[in-house]
């Protein structure tokens, strides 16, 4: 066990100013919380997070994480309390050690390798301080080295499993390559104990061979290097089992093929030197091609920098060469951790160095200011998202303000679909609640229901509302349909003809519509009307007049015989002038009437109150006094044109079209003028005999349930 004052003395060899106390009071705290306890290896429990500090310490971190790390299983497995901590050592400290008690409360709940990946961002979300993961990481590391002692071997294989995939990997996502390194190797030897042992059963023959070859191609090489005038120190060591293993695997290969066992490393002063190193290296020594990489102009994204080149070195043997600066070798086996010396005053002159450090840690704001690095730095990588849990134990990942819709609609469209409740952590919760990370969240479903308009306000991922939209359109669609074909039969039959589908192909080519559904959907819209498709299909029929069509006058006048008497019934125009009526108020016989002269065009008819009367207010000369002559008798339609308002639930648009229908008038033409989640408000222009029988339609449909509100429209 390490001493008291020998972990006092680690932290003061790289922090003369470290506070002591602090150290030997966390130190005292923890043995006494711990008391008697043991390990399964029969130690002393406060072994463990004493040997967890020492880790930390050889990671050069500061005095807050180091006790820490003394404290960090005082909360889960002891009698003291967050208070306690905060009350002695500051909140600070308490809340580190309140992260890691968190974080080892999360146990990856699932075997599927599908979920590790989501499982190391839910540690990262929920490291709100980085110290937190160093420290997991650490408490871990001690683990896998006394993880022979666990008795179960389920347990020992789980935990050497969620190491291999979750933490070693978080490791290298942090820029740790040697603690990455060691997880992966006590994992393998847990996880495939015999592949190891052979793997080390043969570097021990080689290395009896060879008799030293490590050390020798070591002294060779430096020597090389030297007498070229350049200044470097070289480490030699064989890489270890899980990396030739995992090699092995890559390249399918046998042990006795893979030569490159042996990873030689050139550290020296600065980039330049990088270079010129390597260039003597490959001067004295044949290439291996296609083994060169400069991860020095392209660093990876963990910001690891080297150069790396394979050649046939000292003696013949086929060596690995990483040339590096000592900046970039502690970054390489440190990674964020290495931030710590980086607080002490190494300078970094244009603040290039850490900068993948600031972007991992998207703390670009504290750039200028390196002392807030470790202490007040979120680790918001992955904080735009959160990860909850089915009831399963799978893990979904979600943007920041998902709800149990969107978590719905993430399991399956289905899900989503007929998702009726939702409950997360087993309560009910409204739908529209926010998920957190670690949530589980259960969703509860009947398949009488559909999904509702209104979801679409609160959810947030594209999946979610593009479904929801999906199904409102698809239900509308139908509506569409059902409304233009009653349209249709009622024009047809209004024609003396009978409706079906066969008779109305046709007209699909013609007027550009893919199928018979798509046309009535049309017509329903109003983007095409019932007229439009009859003039294609009967085009020597006589058609009703459609409203604004110009009547000459004198032949309207004239010949009252005329089938569907289309004369038009009004008094006090000139002889052999045209006549429109306007669109934009649409006068019906009955309704008080001006008649307007526009050169060209004849006689437009307004009603009175129409506003668009102001803009001939100047010119009194264009008015013409005219009135409807009631007493003539004549069948002819017109079109009054109303405002309505409609509920947005199924069957509402067709309950209109049968209103009006039953009422005797025919929708001419419908358009959508704006559509909530709630309601429809539409324009429905409708052919009627005159203003009493629109009042009929109007009063008839004020009666239907479906529909909110209904209004003439004027203007
Ligand atoms: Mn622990």
Not at 521 to 535: K, N, P, W
Not at 557 to 580: F, T
Request: aromatic residues 6%.
């Amino acid at each position: 066990m390490i001493r008291q004052y020998e972990l006092v003395e680690r932290v003061r060899a790289y922090d003369p100013n470290t506070d002591e106390d602090l150290l030997n009071r966390a130190y005292v705290f923890s043995m006494k919380a711990h008391g008697s306890q043991k390990r399964a290896s029969g130690d002393p429990y406060f072994s463990h997070p004493l040997e967890v500090a020492g880790i930390l310490t050889s990671m050069k971190l500061d005095h807050g994480t180091i006790a820490t790390g003394l404290l960090h299983d005082t909360i889960e497995d002891t009698v003291a309390t967050y208070e306690q901590i905060d009350q002695q050592f500051g909140t600070e400290i308490a809340k580190l050690v309140d992260g890691v008690t968190k974080l080892s409360k999360l146990e990856l709940q699932s075997d599927r390798t599908r979920q590790a990946e989501n499982f190391r961002k839910l540690l990262l979300a929920m490291s709100d301080d980085i110290r937190v993961l160093l420290v997991k990481l650490a408490d871990r590391l001690h683990n896998m080295r006394t993880l022979q002692f666990v008795k179960n071997p389920d347990k020992r294989r789980r935990i050497a499993l969620e190491t291999m995939e979750i933490y070693s990997p978080l490791a290298e996502r942090i820029g740790m390559q040697d603690l990455k390194e060691e997880l992966e190797d006590l994992s393998f030897a847990e996880l495939n104990g015999d592949a190891r042992d052979s793997i080390i059963k043969h570097l021990e023959f080689l290395r009896s061979e060879g008799g030293g070859l490590v050390d020798r191609i070591t002294d060779q090489l430096e020597s090389t290097i030297a007498d070229a005038g350049v200044e470097a120190g070289v480490f030699g060591r064989e890489k270890r089992p899980y990396s030739i293993w995992r090699k092995m695997e890559q390249k399918e290969i046998s042990f006795e093929q893979l030569s490159d066992i042996m990873a030689f490393r050139v550290i020296v002063a600065d980039v330049a030197t990088c270079y010129q190193a390597l260039g003597f290296v490959h001067a004295a020594y044949a290439m291996v091609p296609e083994r060169f990489k400069d991860y020095i102009s392209t660093p990876k994204r963990n910001n690891y920098r080297s150069l790396h080149t394979t050649v046939i070195g000292p003696e013949k043997h086929r060596i690995e060469v990483q040339i590096r600066t000592k900046e970039m070798d502690e970054v390489a086996e440190l990674g964020v951790a290495a931030h710590w010396r980086y607080k002490q005053g190494v300078e970094d002159p244009d603040g290039t160095q850490y900068r993948w450090l600031r972007e991992l840690l998207e703390i670009l704001e504290h750039a200028s200011d390196p002392e807030e690095f470790l202490e007040h730095t979120k680790l918001e990588m992955f904080q735009d998202q959160v990860f909850c849990f089915t009831p399963k134990g799978d893990l979904i990942a979600l943007p920041q303000g998902a709800t149990p819709v969107d978590f719905a609609y993430a399991v399956h469209t289905n899900v989503g679909d007929t998702c009726t409740g939702a409950k997360i952590n087993g309560r009910m919760v409204p739908l529209r609640t926010q998920i957190r990370n670690g949530d589980q969240v259960d969703i509860m479903r009947s398949k009488a229901q559909t999904p509702s308009p209104t979801w679409e306000s609160f959810v947030v991922t594209g999946k979610a509302r593009s479904a929801i939209r999906r199904f409102i359109r698809n239900r509308q669609r139908s509506q569409y349909d059902e409304l233009g074909r009653a349209m249709l039969k009622k024009a047809f039959s209004d024609e003396g003809h009978t409706f079906s589908e066969k008779k109305v192909h046709p007209a699909l080519k013609a007027l550009n519509y893919k199928t018979f559904e798509d046309l009535c959907v049309a017509v329903g819209e109003g983007h095409l009307t019932s007229r439009q498709i009859l003039e294609v299909l009967l085009p020597d029929a006589s058609l009703r007049t459609e409203e604004d069509k110009v009547v000459p006058l004198a032949k309207a006048r004239g010949d009252k015989a005329k089938r569907k008497g289309s004369a038009v019934p009004i008094k006090g125009l000139i002889p052999g002038m045209a006549v429109h009526f306007a669109g934009c108020c649409h006068s019906l016989p009955g309704d008080r009437i001006v008649g307007i002269v526009t050169t060209g065009k004849g006689v437009t008819i307004h009603t009175i109150d129409c506003d668009t009367l102001e803009n001939f207010v100047n010119t009194p000369e264009r008015w013409i006094d005219v009135s409807w002559d009631m007493d003539r008798e004549s069948d002819q339609m017109h079109a009054g044109r109303i405002d309505i308002v409609l509920t947005n639930s199924p069957g509402a648009l067709s309950s209109l079209s049968t209103v009006i229908a039953k009422a005797q008038g025919n929708i001419s033409n419908l358009k959508i003028t704006n559509r909530t989640p709630e309601f429809f408000e539409m324009i429905v222009d409708i052919e009627v005999r005159d203003v009493k029988h629109l009042t009929n339609i109007i009063t008839a449909l004020r009666a239907d349930p479906a529909i909110s509100s209904v209004d003439r429209a004027r203007g």
